[in-house]
């Protein structure tokens, strides 16, 4: 008897700690689980004909309207319309939380030499800068138009000691040199007032 009891404890034993860390993990992500259907039914997903841009939400089943640049975002949405960045944004999260408990923050463009949904891809242009949304590389064409016009060979005539413009330019010259010496900090901590 003692030793059909044993096993029952062991077998108890067993299970209660298999389930705890099933129980532990669902009540540390309670806060952020969503409810995905299983099959996805795309006909039960609302229009998003009055959406600028749009994404999908957290199930990958439905496509709800992106918050835009500096709008108020979400860490989860499930099937809810403008709290995921759409692409080539990113939502900074604030340290508080909403009313409801939520972590919330504000849509805020990719850092440069990142893009795509969440900033998740690397640019990978040569100069570091591609579009935000779709990773394509930018080309300024301030940049190429100076890169393909050969430049302005005018000839430019140096200017000899021998040479003056307006005055005299020998006598400056020297006028300035002993304005120097006079005024030099070594000058006055050797002469005393």
């Not at 298999?18 to 993990?25: E, I, K, N």
């Not at 259907?37 to 600028?52: G, I, L, W, Y």
């Not at 960045?85 to 409801?100: A, V």
């Amino acid at each position: 008897m003692e030793h059909l009891l044993l096993q029952d404890m062991k077998g108890f034993l067993l299970l209660t700690l298999l389930l705890m860390p099933v129980h532990a993990g669902a009540a540390w992500s309670a806060k952020y689980a969503v409810d995905c259907p299983d099959p996805c039914d795309s006909n039960a997903c609302k229009s998003t004909a009055r959406c600028k841009r749009t994404v999908l939400d957290d199930c990958g089943c439905c496509r709800v309207c992106a918050a835009a640049l500096g709008e108020t975002c979400y860490r989860t949405v499930s099937g809810m319309d403008g709290v995921k960045c759409g692409p080539g944004l990113k939502c900074q999260f604030y340290t508080e939380e909403d009313d409801f408990g939520d972590e919330f923050g504000i849509c805020k463009e990719c850092p440069y030499g990142s893009y795509g949904m969440e900033c998740r891809k690397t640019c990978n242009c040569p100069s570091g800068i591609c579009d935000r949304v779709t990773g394509k590389c930018l080309k300024f064409p301030f940049f190429q138009l100076s890169a393909s016009k050969p430049p302005n060979r005018r000839k430019i005539s140096s200017h000899t000691d021998n040479d003056m413009a307006s005055g005299d330019g020998n006598s400056v010259k020297e006028e300035f040199v002993k304005e120097k010496v006079i005024h030099s900090p070594v000058m006055k901590w050797l002469n005393p007032r």
